[in-house]
DNA sequence: GGACAACAGTGATGGGCATCACACAATCCG
DNA sequence: CGGATTGTGTGATGCCCATCACTGTTGTCC
């Protein structure tokens, strides 16, 4: 439990808020854990609360009538997942799927809004996340806009290395985080064949390589130039 | 100068805020007026407030290296714009531009967090405006992904007749608003060509049409179905 | 009220990418 | 350890939609 606690304070952290607050949180937390493959929500359910990831991954999607996903995100350790449903107490935007077996931490949405009330420092510290995750949102949406295909792919690699990503020597980033082609694709929004040659192609010019089932971007840069709008 | 404070009142409200804050919030702005074509900010700036429209309209949008426009979004009175760059402390992520010539109240903000720290109410408040912000953009981007051209415009101009929509009689939908083609397909996503064969298929088939200069729903359903995912 | 600019309709053309269709690894598992 | 299941590479085909190239139409401002 005590080390329920630590983890706790750790991933809080992680997304920027101050010690004290964190342990206040971590205090109202449910521990649980979960297998890969299992469905936290979906787009509609009525959002009881937010879920913390203290190990794994999570995925975060849309679905069309004919069955195709759209990822918005996918997430690991330190982040937090579920926030707009409280925030607004609305019904759940996207469905929220584990994709690694994960540990999380579930805050339930009254317990926490009468925290927040308490610790107004909170509210605050939800504005920067909720704020972030719209510029990402936005970002994206430029991409979509403006980029061919190989751009799309080159945000996606880039923002999975903000996530997963270990620098190794120099300027090399080491994605540590097992990527179908169809994960990426489903990121980008794109087919993926497409993504097959696009990253082939990159390989091929030693842009990026795959170190034992890992990706590895040998030249960020290039990936940062070809996804400029 | 109370005529002002009124307005203000009221453009707060509009979006949800109770009636003493939002007077708390009118007393920190500073009145401001600016014609059709200004720019208030571009991407990149620095943030040093936010703006509520009390009359006419901005655009939101951002540019690609080629020129070319993505709305992100068409604001009317009532409405908050440049709220991001207050609650995170970075840049300014869009453009704002005024469409129209429009009366403003800019909030400086240092004075808006001061008054925010006072009252924490403000920034439940403003979350759910993010919150609705991060749906809003989501929606947009699952259209992006998964309807054909068709849709988006269908979105569009939903998305456009909750800003400046007047109901007229049994489910007629009037968008007081004056609309080009240009603008329509900037927000949608598509070239201004096609936006226009599909307004005038919609036309020919009564979904939709024109009275004097503004488009009216006339089936809404019908656009709200060709709009589902 | 005529001249100019901005907006709107519509065909023709072509390209990017989704889709289909398989061969070929790699990995999981009883 | 084969056999199945899942992931990957690569060509061929076609379609949606951007783009180009106009003509027609609606404003608007001396």
New interface residues.
């Given amino acids: 439990m005590v080390e329920l606690q630590r983890f706790l304070e750790n991933s809080f952290s992680l997304e920027g808020l101050s010690g004290d607050l964190a342990s206040g949180l971590a205090a109202l937390a449910r521990p649980m854990s979960v297998k890969p493959g299992a469905i936290l929500f979906e787009s509609g359910d009525p959002g009881n609360g937010c879920y913390a990831i203290l190990e794994g991954s999570l995925k975060v999607s849309?679905?069309?009538?004919?069955g195709?996903e759209?990822f918005?995100a996918v997430m690991g350790p330190g982040s937090i997942v579920g926030e707009?449903a409280l925030?607004?107490g609305?019904a759940r935007?996207?469905n929220v799927t584990a994709l690694k077996a994960s540990r999380l931490a579930f805050i339930d949405k009254h317990a926490f809004e009468r925290f927040a009330?308490a610790n107004?420092a909170v509210?605050?510290h939800?504005?920067?996340i909720?704020?972030?995750?719209?510029?990402q949102?936005?970002d994206?949406?430029?991409a979509?806009?403006?980029l061919p295909l190989p751009g799309r792919v080159a945000q996606t690699l880039l923002q999975l290395a903000e996530t997963f990503g270990k620098p190794v020597e120099k300027d090399r980033i080491l994605i540590h985080y097992k990527l179908s082609q169809s994960d990426i694709a489903n990121m980008a929004?794109a087919a993926r064949e497409n993504v097959s040659r696009v990253l082939n192609d990159w390989k091929r010019a030693g842009t990026i390589s795959r170190i034992s089932g890992y990706y590895c971007l040998e030249k960020p840069d290039l990936l940062k130039q070809a996804s400029?709008?």
């Fill in positions: 849309i679905v069309s009538v004919e195709d759209q918005l707009l925030l607004d609305r935007s996207a009330d107004p509210y605050r939800m504005l920067s909720v704020g972030k995750r719209l510029r949102a936005n994206v949406l430029a979509r806009s403006f929004g400029v709008l």
